[in-house]
């Protein structure tokens, strides 16, 4: 089965629905450390909301550099990988908080569901992780 590459416009249409991404950042200690998140993805660019209290939060806070993969998951057999560079946003920022609420709507089949998932999580100190894309790879195996 030949893998073929995915065209910008099918990578876009990949990412805008809400899939997990499994991000990777670097540790002090040598291997990545791998978390599955929930994303955003909009106008060429990744948002993912973070806990301060997360060793990913930690590591992007020394060392912005995150790779990402997204997986169609099975039956799909697509995935796109992203590497870039953090920028963090402060909890209580106005665009962090719009985009948290953004994030967790996508990832909520109804307003009432995402509204009870986000009144959950409300005081968890959280920071808005914007990922400038420096390359982008999308394959399907299909």
């Given at each position: 089965?030949?893998?073929?590459?995915?065209?910008?416009?099918?990578?876009?249409?990949?990412?805008?629905?809400?899939?997990?991404?499994?991000?990777?950042?670097?540790?002090?200690?040598?291997?990545?450390?791998?978390?599955?998140?929930?994303?955003?993805?909009?106008?060429?660019?990744?948002?993912?909301?973070?806990?301060?209290?997360?060793?990913?939060?930690?590591?992007?806070?020394?060392?912005?550099?995150?790779?990402?993969?997204?997986?169609?998951?099975?039956?799909?057999?697509?995935?796109?990988?992203?590497?870039?560079?953090?920028?963090?946003?402060?909890?209580?920022?106005?665009?962090?908080?719009?985009?948290?609420?953004?994030?967790?709507?996508?990832?909520?089949?109804?307003?009432?569901?995402?509204?009870?998932?986000?009144?959950?999580?409300?005081?968890?100190?959280?920071?808005?992780?914007?990922v400038t894309i420096q390359k982008i790879i999308g394959q399907?195996?299909?």
């Amino acid at each position: 089965m030949p893998i073929l590459a995915m065209t910008p416009a099918e990578m876009e249409q990949f990412l805008s629905l809400p899939r997990h991404a499994i991000a990777g950042t670097n540790t002090t200690e040598g291997p990545p450390q791998l978390s599955p998140v929930w994303y955003l993805y909009d106008a060429g660019r990744i948002f993912i909301s973070l806990s301060t209290r997360t060793a990913k939060y930690r590591n992007l806070r020394r060392d912005p550099q995150i790779s990402l993969c997204v997986d169609g998951c099975h039956p799909d057999a697509r995935a796109v990988m992203i590497y870039g560079t953090v920028e963090l946003i402060a909890w209580g920022e106005p665009l962090e908080r719009e985009v948290w609420w953004r994030i967790i709507r996508h990832y909520h089949d109804t307003e009432a569901a995402a509204q009870r998932y986000a009144e959950s999580v409300r005081d968890v100190p959280s920071v808005l992780a914007v990922v400038t894309i420096q390359k982008i790879i999308g394959q399907d195996y299909n």
